[in-house]
């Protein structure tokens, strides 16, 4: 079964200044995607960044990236720049593509406070 | 696009009393829904799915006569919490996807604030 695996219960970060988030998780399957979703205060889940297994490249959406290591199973992400709305709980995501089991396991959870 | 709403927002009930939340795909046909339950401070937890036309498929632990999915159009699904406990009292969300494949996006609702008193 497929894991995923969330090390920061709670993060920190001055206004304007770059924090990581770590994810790591566990998986047989060679393709597949990642997310990392963030969930304000008013629990709308927001999809943030996500990751097609085959791709190399890291994927970027303005001042969120990750680092993706295939052999690692690790899936961090980066947030530039940050700001008051970037306080959340973030939460790393994987789905199998090719099966019939498509569902979403999440991790933990991370939540990221920013000082201003 | 991609508009998932989900109604009540919030709802308190009584003990033994049934419930029923809507979840609705406002611009777009969903396939498939999912059903997750989220406790305070915690992480998304899969109750269901649930593909237009056929019976849900429920989460190891999940009881299907107390949480009954009905998924009868491409565009609504319906959770029921049939005599509900304060036990069942939780944030319930769900999401939507255009297709039943593992490449097809799922578009989460606000979800719906349940207490049972």
């Known amino acids: 079964a497929q894991t995923v695996t969330q090390s920061q219960p709670e993060m920190s970060v001055q206004e304007a200044e770059t924090v990581t988030l770590s994810c790591t998780y566990d998986?047989?399957?060679?393709?597949?995607?990642l997310f990392w979703y963030k969930q304000p205060p008013s629990r709308q889940m927001i999809l943030v960044i996500r990751q097609e297994a085959y791709k190399q490249q890291n994927a970027t959406e303005n001042r969120f990236s990750v680092n993706f290591q295939k052999a690692a199973k690790s899936f961090s992400l980066k947030i530039s720049d940050s700001q008051l709305g970037d306080a959340a709980m973030y939460f790393c995501a994987y789905r199998r593509v090719r099966s019939s089991n498509y569902k979403l396991t999440f991790g933990k959870g991370t939540l990221l406070t920013v000082n201003p | 696009g991609a508009v998932v709403s989900q109604h009540p927002s919030r709802v308190i009930c009584k003990s033994g009393t049934s419930v029923k939340i809507e979840c609705r795909s406002l611009?777009?046909?969903?396939?498939?829904m999912f059903w997750y339950r989220q406790f305070p401070k915690q992480s998304l937890m899969l109750m269901a799915t649930?593909?237009?036309?056929?019976?849900?498929?429920?989460e190891q632990g999940v009881e299907k006569d107390k949480f009954l999915i009905n998924h009868a159009s491409l565009t609504l699904s319906t959770l029921t919490v049939t005599s509900a406990h304060p036990e069942d009292s939780s944030f319930y969300i769900c999401?939507?996807?255009?297709?039943?494949?593992?490449?097809?996006?799922?578009?989460f609702g606000p979800g719906t604030r349940l207490t049972v008193t």
């Open positions: 649930s593909n237009e036309g056929s019976k849900a498929t429920y």
């Open positions: 999401s939507a996807s255009r297709g039943t494949g593992g490449t097809y996006e799922q578009y």
């Open positions: 611009d777009f046909q969903a396939t498939t």
């Open positions: 998986t047989s399957e060679s393709d597949y995607y």
